[in-house]
């Protein structure tokens, strides 16, 4: 753990004694869903089947946990791994969940005085509708900010039966020199990871498109399903254009709209769709 527990403290009593609340223009489990895998997380109270419940329950309807008990204690921010705090953190500065500057540009000022400390800062990496992205950087012992985590521009979400197609349609995109998430790419880089943790921050991240390959396998596997879950989450909150559907088959998804406008991969090559990708993402 390399972000020591005094800046951590630090960073928690900030946010809890400011004036205005660090889940901003959200609610309190929306916002804590961008950083924190609630539906898979264990209940500590038997009636419920997951920390989702949990929250919803003594946060919202009771009131009977204090916000100081929310993150030291339930969700372990004083001593859950970097990357997971850092997550957090990110959230707190997202344009989706402050919308005043001011407040962002204080926060972040508070964010790096304490983060500076222990190596790191929070460092503009991406826009969403020209307002910043900011991530969590190591500071290069030349001085320079190198990022820790990728910002990827498409992710691509299909079940294993599928592989051969999608993955002609990665290989295209990264001739391209687009940021694609596609698994094999990342074999390294997941290796040891935890999966519910890393596919959670790459679905429901800053990507611009997430491209569903819809087929019957994709319908009734765990993965692809978790991939969907959280990539609908992302849509909703962020209310615009995000999940970009392509059919192998008929099989229809509730969580896409019957209206969704789709492609039909069985009348585009791989190539073809990876250009169409382009022209969404303004390179053509």
Excluded at 92 to 112: A, D, G
Excluded at 131 to 143: D, L, R, T, V
Excluded at 264 to 275: F, H, I, N, Q
Aim: aromatic letters at 12%; hydrophobic letters at 40%; proline letters at 3%.
């Amino acid at each position: 753990m390399k972000i020591s527990e005094d800046t951590r403290i630090g960073i928690l009593d900030y946010l809890l004694l400011r004036e205005y609340r660090f889940y901003g223009e959200l609610d309190l489990i929306s916002f804590l869903k961008r950083s924190f895998n609630l539906d898979s997380m264990p209940s500590t109270d038997g009636r419920f089947s997951n920390a989702s419940g949990d929250i919803w329950k003594h946060m919202i309807m009771n009131s009977d946990w204090t916000m100081e008990y929310l993150l030291y204690q339930y969700l372990n921010l004083l001593k859950c791994p970097d990357e997971k705090f850092l997550r957090f953190i990110e959230s707190c500065v997202h344009p989706l969940v402050i919308r005043n500057e001011n407040i962002i540009q204080e926060t972040l000022s508070q964010f790096n005085k304490l983060l500076n400390q222990d190596g790191y800062i929070l460092n503009k990496t991406s826009e969403i509708s020209g307002k910043p992205i900011y991530k969590a950087c190591i500071i290069g012992s030349n001085g320079q900010k190198e990022n820790e985590k990728d910002v990827y521009e498409v992710v691509l979400s299909f079940a294993g039966d599928n592989r051969d197609y999608v993955e002609g349609v990665a290989d295209y995109l990264k001739s391209k020199k687009v940021k694609v998430f596609y698994d094999k790419f990342e074999e390294v880089k997941m290796w040891g990871k935890d999966l519910l943790e890393h596919f959670n921050g790459i679905y429901n991240g800053d990507a611009r498109y997430c491209v569903i390959f819809i087929s019957e396998a994709y319908a009734v596997k765990a993965w692809p399903n978790f991939e969907l879950k959280k990539a609908v989450t992302k849509a909703i909150l962020e209310r615009k254009e995000y999940i970009l559907p392509v059919r192998f088959d008929d099989t229809k998804l509730p969580e896409l709209h019957d209206t969704i406008m789709y492609i039909d991969a069985r009348k585009k090559t791989p190539e073809e769709l990876g250009v169409m990708i382009l022209q969404k993402l303004g390179r053509v």
